[in-house]
């Protein structure tokens, strides 16, 4: 007596041999789909008692039922989108949006420009827009921001900052990790990473709150700036290790690609992990856990992201306040800072 | 002199401070974009004697300017988009179609029913699809094959088949593995994969054949069933080491993911690769050459990929007969079949 509590759009798709978003625009009686696929999914729908939410139906009414997808690019890296982290969030997104109803509109871009608004929106071919990365120093966005604010953006809340964002606990991530290190016994702390990204920036609070906290002073010869690469992790590991007087015991990175490259180069050299030098990486991307040693790092809730950012576009579309959404984050502790298996 | 040559939309696009698809369109002429930036957008061009593909023009002269990427997704998995492969394929493919002028219309789906094509196609909402992934048996995309053929798939290509794909030359490509593995000195090699899947059948042919080839008769105890997940391979290679009886010092997977499950396992227990047993994986994802031991696989050729799917893509819209592309595949030999540093 509980099916029509547990039946999911996708179960209806199954049956009905359509897609959820067949699905989902039947259900809401668009004529977009053909009237017998309509009458079936309908049929499907009752015979199960499955609820249709009417506010979204209703909010929906004259819109293109397309969300713009803008996943801002590193101009450095030349590929289009290569960051696993980035990737997986995107996947997340496009679930979530499916089962809302909408359609995708996947855009990858250098740089922000004035023009994404006139674009996608003015245009009428988005209701909204999801912007993922906010770029260097994050500036791009301000400039956008002047615009009609129907997007919101995956990166950091900042003091003064006028747009929605939705984003982890980026302090709080870096600190953690930072402290576990400091607990296991270590001292001497490289930060790998890019400190102009707002996330970034943040993180490195995180890392100087650890050490202040455990009276260390942090070292600025162990700050490298990489790229969010495995082989820029490589690289700045190889040069502090290369580095005559340069010493560290633990190397916390910002993400989990960069933190694969700085233990490829450490086995390369004979330093082993995580005796001589621990490793915490960020975002636990699904190989982390397969590596070898496995990868101590702060995990990302990439679902619960994707979730909030189209519940954040969606609030605003439907003309409520923006509001900014911070996640937790996790520590996860595995071989490669504890030696243990994980 | 030769700078007419070397500057790519993608300059011109941060000459101009906007995105690169905006270049496209205001190159063309669309009037989506306003006139001032496209006047500035092709005054930049002007001044750097940008060359405008006018073929490529004429094509999109009233049409959607996008194309429908929709990805089919293995049910089992319930997450949206988490094959790394996938994903890196997607991104070349999204690059593609920006640098073509189009946008991506992004729909993940696990059936591919009869509606994609009125979805996408009757509605003008798109002027052509790319569709990844085949799905267990390839069926399903046999039914869709009976409508307008505006479509491409990345896949396999198998005799009989209606419609045009693109894809590695995967039997070639397991047949390489598998014969450096028996170079190497293993003789009982198992199987990891899913073989309903139309590339994965090819990949069993290959590893059939070079088996064959050297003479030794194929286990059917060491072929294993597995989703493409690293937990899949983790759990499959614990089942076959945990069997009584049945020996094994060698594992082709067919893919990394699968590979880096199967040899944390192996870790775990106290195997060492390679020296009791060597593992293959397939697609050469990001993160392959940072693992330890960094992994032997095999690499499909993600950038062509995108290339050709778009490439063939447009040639179907401009009225040109189609033809399935397959792409050379490379094997890469690294530690974990070679105990040698790569």
Same mark, same amino acid.
């Given at each position: 007596?509980?099916?029509?509590?547990?039946?999911?759009?996708?179960?209806?798709?199954?049956?009905?041999?359509?897609?959820?978003?067949?699905?989902?625009?039947?259900?809401?009686?668009?004529?977009?789909?053909?009237?017998?696929?309509?009458?079936?999914?309908?049929?499907?729908?009752? #015979?199960?008692?499955?609820?249709?939410?009417?506010?979204?139906?209703?909010?929906?009414?004259?819109?293109?039922?397309?969300?713009?997808?803008?996943?801002?690019?590193?101009?450095?890296?030349?590929?289009?989108?290569?960051?696993?982290?980035?990737? #997986?969030?995107?996947?997340?997104?496009?679930?979530?949006?499916?089962?809302?109803?909408?359609?995708?509109?996947?855009?990858?871009?250098?740089?922000?420009?004035?023009?994404?608004?006139?674009?996608?929106?003015?245009?009428?071919?988005?209701?909204?827009?999801?912007?993922?990365?906010?770029?260097?120093?994050?500036?791009?966005?301000?400039?956008?921001?002047?615009?009609?604010?129907?997007?919101?953006?995956?990166?950091?809340?900042?003091?003064?900052? =006028?747009?929605?964002?939705?984003?982890?606990?980026?302090?709080?991530?870096?600190?953690?990790?930072?402290?576990?290190?400091?607990?296991?016994?270590?001292?001497?702390?490289?930060?790998?990473?890019?400190?102009?990204?707002?996330?970034?920036?943040?993180?490195?609070?995180?890392?100087?709150?650890?050490?202040?906290?455990?009276?260390? =002073?942090? #070292?600025?010869?162990?700050?490298?700036?990489?790229?969010?690469?495995?082989?820029?992790?490589?690289?700045?590991?190889?040069?502090?290790?290369?580095?005559?007087?340069?010493?560290?015991?633990?190397?916390?990175?910002?993400?989990?690609?960069?933190?694969?490259?700085?233990?490829?180069?450490?086995?390369?050299?004979?330093?082993?992990?995580?005796?001589?030098?621990?490793?915490?990486?960020?975002?636990?991307?699904?190989?982390?856990?397969?590596?070898?040693?496995?990868?101590?790092?702060?995990?990302?809730?990439?679902?619960?992201?994707?979730?909030?950012?189209?519940?954040?576009?969606?609030?605003?579309?439907?003309?409520?306040?923006?509001?900014?959404? %911070?996640?937790? %984050?996790?520590?996860? %502790?595995?071989?490669?800072?504890?030696?243990?298996?994980?």
């Amino acid at each position: 007596m509980t099916e029509h509590k547990t039946l999911t759009m996708s179960d209806i798709a199954r049956l009905a041999g359509v897609s959820e978003s067949t699905v989902s625009r039947a259900l809401r009686d668009n004529p977009i789909i053909n009237e017998k696929t309509r009458k079936k999914v309908q049929q499907i729908a009752r #015979d199960h008692h499955y609820q249709i939410n009417e506010s979204a139906r209703n909010l929906r009414l004259n819109k293109s039922h397309t969300i713009a997808v803008v996943m801002l690019l590193d101009p450095a890296c030349g590929q289009a989108i290569s960051d696993p982290f980035l990737l #997986d969030l995107l996947g997340n997104v496009a679930d979530e949006l499916t089962k809302n109803g909408y359609d995708l509109l996947l855009s990858t871009t250098q740089v922000l420009g004035e023009d994404l608004s006139p674009r996608y929106l003015d245009s009428k071919r988005a209701d909204g827009m999801i912007i993922i990365g906010q770029g260097a120093q994050g500036q791009q966005i301000d400039a956008l921001a002047g615009s009609r604010k129907l997007f919101v953006v995956w990166g950091a809340d900042r003091p003064g900052q =006028n747009y929605a964002t939705v984003g982890s606990d980026n302090k709080k991530g870096a600190y953690l990790a930072v402290r576990h290190l400091i607990e296991t016994g270590r001292r001497r702390i490289a930060f790998l990473g890019d400190s102009r990204h707002p996330e970034i920036e943040q993180r490195l609070a995180g890392y100087h709150q650890a050490l202040a906290e455990a009276g260390l =002073n942090p #070292d600025p010869t162990l700050q490298v700036e990489t790229d969010f690469s495995s082989q820029s992790g490589y690289e700045a590991t190889r040069d502090i290790l290369m580095t005559e007087g340069r010493s560290f015991d633990a190397i916390f990175t910002v993400s989990d690609a960069i933190a694969m490259g700085a233990i490829k180069l450490l086995g390369e050299k004979g330093v082993r992990v995580p005796e001589e030098v621990a490793v915490s990486g960020f975002d636990d991307i699904p190989t982390s856990a397969y590596c070898t040693p496995s990868l101590t790092t702060v995990r990302q809730n990439t679902a619960e992201g994707g979730r909030q950012l189209v519940k954040c576009l969606l609030d605003q579309l439907a003309g409520k306040e923006q509001r900014s959404v %911070v996640l937790d %984050v996790e520590l996860i %502790v595995r071989q490669s800072s504890s030696g243990e298996s994980a």
